[in-house]
Nanobody, 119 residues
Framework: QVQLEESGGGSVQAGGSLRLSCVASGSIFSINAMRWYRQAPGKQRDLVAAITSGGSTNYADSVNGRFTISSDNAKKTVYLQMSSLKPEDTAVYYC?????????????WGQGTQVTVSS
């Protein structure tokens, strides 16, 4: 089995910072890519940032320059450093990881962590 455990969410005032973490555990051969998505109430789940096993990154336009995704492959962990937070960043944030196991590759989701930004 594979589990993704997220942490680091919370409440912050506009302009503040938060750092999210997502740790993968279980029967893992390797990790191909790691992503963060977010979903605000009544809206679809959108990609926020992604990082490949080689370290290439991409960001949604709305967070580019404010958020930084990084990973520690040895710890099977992906981070999302969020700075200059805005009320519109309020959402549940989910990590999403492509994990290669023996014989197959599958995408897994974390349980989500709430981020609330007040004005």
């Amino acid at each position: 089995q594979v589990q993704l455990e997220e942490s680091g969410g919370g409440s912050v005032q506009a302009g503040g910072s938060l750092r999210l973490s997502c740790v993968a555990s279980g029967s893992i051969f390797s990790i191909n890519a790691m992503r963060w998505y977010r979903q605000a109430p009544g809206k679809q789940r959108d990609l926020v940032a992604a990082i490949t096993s080689g370290g290439s990154t991409n960001y949604a336009d709305s967070v580019n320059g404010r958020f930084t995704i990084s990973s520690d492959n040895a710890k099977k962990t992906v981070y999302l450093q969020m700075s200059s937070l805005k009320p519109e960043d309020t959402a549940v944030y989910y990590c999403n990881v492509d994990i290669r196991r023996v014989g197959f590759t599958r995408t897994y989701w974390g349980q989500g962590t709430q981020v609330t930004v007040s004005s």
